[in-house]
C-alpha cells in the first residue's frame, strides 16, 4: 500500500485511461495526495464528470483531456495542447492498455495492442518531450505486467489467426523494452516499471453479472492494483526500477527476454521509425 502521506502538491500528473479501473484509482490517489491531475483517455459521456466528482473530493484541479492513443493524429497533437496553464507534466502514467484476443488493426494497419500500449504511449511521451512539455526531472510510470514472460519478441508486424493473448503479452513486454530505453536514453528523467497485479477490471470482459462477481473472487481490486503506481509517484526508487505488486523490486535476470538489449533496440527503433 502506498503511503498516504506524502504530499505531490504542486505537481502536475498525466495518467492515460485515468477514468476507469486502475487508471481512476491512480488519478484519485494522486488527487488526495495533492497533484492536479489530467486524465487523458477516450472517455465517455461521464469522464468529464468523473473528473469534477474527484476535483470536488479533493480540491485538486482534475481535467479531463481527450486522447485515442490507437490515432496517430490524436497522439501528435497531444502534446501541444497539454501545455497546461504553462505548467510542466512532473508525473506522467502511461496506465491506459487493451487486451484484443482477435485480430484488430488501427487505421494504420497496425495490430491495436501494439498500436495502443506501446506506439500510442511512444508517440505521446516523444511529443511531450519535444514540445518541452515534460519537466526536467519527471517520473514516467509504465504500466507493464508479468505476462509478458510469455513472449519472445515484440513488433510492429505482428499478426495471428483465432483468439490469442500472445499480442497483449508482447505489448506487455514492450513496455518494458520501452521503459528500460527511455531510462537508458534520459537520464534526467525517473523511469520506473509496475506490475499492478491481476486486477478485476473490464480488460477482458465485464466486471458486472456471474463474470464479474468471479472476477471479484479471484482478482485483486482496482484500488490494489493501483497502489504500484502510486509507490512509484511518491516514493524515492531509483531510475529503472521495476516494482511488482507483491514482491517489491525485482532483480531481472541478465539472460531473460526483458533484458535482451539487440531486440530492445531494434523495438524503440521502429517505434521511432512509425513515430515519423
Same mark, same amino acid.
Given at each position: 500500500?502506498?503511503? @498516504?502521506?506524502?504530499?505531490?502538491? =504542486?505537481k502536475?500528473? !498525466?495518467v492515460? =485511461?485515468g477514468?476507469?479501473?486502475i =487508471? !481512476?484509482e491512480i488519478t484519485? +490517489?494522486l #488527487?488526495?495526495?495533492g497533484?492536479d491531475?489530467i486524465?487523458a #483517455?477516450?472517455g465517455?459521456?461521464?469522464?468529464?464528470a468523473?473528473?469534477?466528482?474527484?476535483a470536488?473530493e479533493t480540491g485538486? %484541479?482534475?481535467?479531463?483531456?481527450?486522447?485515442d %492513443?490507437?490515432d496517430?493524429?490524436s497522439?501528435?497533437d497531444a #502534446?501541444? @495542447?497539454?501545455?497546461?496553464?504553462?505548467r510542466?507534466?512532473d508525473? &506522467?502514467c502511461a496506465n491506459a492498455?487493451?487486451s484484443? *484476443?482477435k485480430?484488430?488493426q488501427n487505421?494504420e494497419g497496425?495490430?491495436?495492442?501494439?498500436a495502443?500500449?506501446c506506439l500510442?504511449h511512444?508517440?505521446?511521451l516523444?511529443?511531450?518531450?519535444? *514540445?518541452?512539455?515534460?519537466?526536467d526531472?519527471a517520473?514516467?510510470i509504465f504500466?507493464t505486467?508479468?505476462?509478458?514472460?510469455l513472449?519472445?519478441?515484440c513488433t510492429?508486424?505482428?499478426t495471428?489467426?483465432?483468439? *490469442?493473448?500472445s499480442?497483449y503479452?508482447?505489448?506487455?513486454?514492450?513496455?518494458?523494452w520501452?521503459?528500460?530505453?527511455?531510462?537508458? /536514453?534520459y537520464?534526467?528523467?525517473?523511469?520506473?516499471? &509496475?506490475?499492478?497485479?491481476v &486486477?478485476?477490471t473490464e480488460?477482458? +470482459?465485464?466486471v458486472?453479472?456471474?463474470?464479474?462477481?468471479i472476477k471479484?473472487q479471484?482478482?485483486? *481490486? $482496482?484500488f490494489?492494483g493501483a497502489?504500484?503506481?502510486l509507490i512509484?509517484a511518491?516514493?524515492?526508487l531509483?531510475?529503472g526500477?521495476?516494482?511488482?505488486?507483491k514482491?517489491?523490486?525485482m532483480?531481472l535476470n541478465v539472460?531473460e527476454?526483458a533484458?535482451?538489449? $539487440?531486440? /530492445?533496440?531494434a523495438?524503440?527503433?521502429a517505434?521511432?521509425a512509425i513515430?515519423?
Amino acid at each position: 500500500m502506498c503511503p @498516504e502521506s506524502n504530499s505531490l502538491t =504542486g505537481k502536475l500528473a !498525466l495518467v492515460t =485511461g485515468g477514468n476507469r479501473g486502475i =487508471g !481512476l484509482e491512480i488519478t484519485k +490517489g494522486l #488527487a488526495r495526495r495533492g497533484a492536479d491531475v489530467i486524465v487523458a #483517455a477516450r472517455g465517455d459521456s461521464n469522464a468529464a464528470a468523473e473528473c469534477r466528482r474527484i476535483a470536488g473530493e479533493t480540491g485538486r %484541479l482534475v481535467s479531463f483531456f481527450p486522447l485515442d %492513443l490507437a490515432d496517430k493524429a490524436s497522439t501528435a497533437d497531444a #502534446a501541444l @495542447e497539454l501545455k497546461w496553464q504553462n505548467r510542466k507534466i512532473d508525473i &506522467v502514467c502511461a496506465n491506459a492498455g487493451i487486451s484484443e *484476443s482477435k485480430y484488430h488493426q488501427n487505421n494504420e494497419g497496425i495490430e491495436l495492442c501494439f498500436a495502443v500500449n506501446c506506439l500510442g504511449h511512444h508517440r505521446l511521451l516523444r511529443a511531450m518531450l519535444e *514540445s518541452n512539455s515534460v519537466a526536467d526531472n519527471a517520473r514516467i510510470i509504465f504500466t507493464t505486467g508479468d505476462i509478458y514472460i510469455l513472449a519472445d519478441d515484440c513488433t510492429p508486424d505482428f499478426t495471428f489467426v483465432g483468439r *490469442s493473448a500472445s499480442a497483449y503479452s508482447r505489448s506487455k513486454l514492450g513496455n518494458l523494452w520501452q521503459h528500460f530505453e527511455i531510462t537508458r /536514453r534520459y537520464p534526467n528523467l525517473k523511469c520506473i516499471a &509496475v506490475h499492478p497485479g491481476v &486486477v478485476a477490471t473490464e480488460l477482458e +470482459g465485464s466486471v458486472d453479472g456471474l463474470i464479474g462477481f468471479i472476477k471479484r473472487q479471484m482478482f485483486i *481490486s $482496482p484500488f490494489s492494483g493501483a497502489q504500484a503506481s502510486l509507490i512509484a509517484a511518491t516514493q524515492d526508487l531509483p531510475s529503472g526500477t521495476y516494482l511488482h505488486n507483491k514482491h517489491g523490486i525485482m532483480d531481472l535476470n541478465v539472460g531473460e527476454v526483458a533484458k535482451n538489449s $539487440p531486440k /530492445r533496440v531494434a523495438f524503440w527503433k521502429a517505434l521511432n521509425a512509425i513515430s515519423e
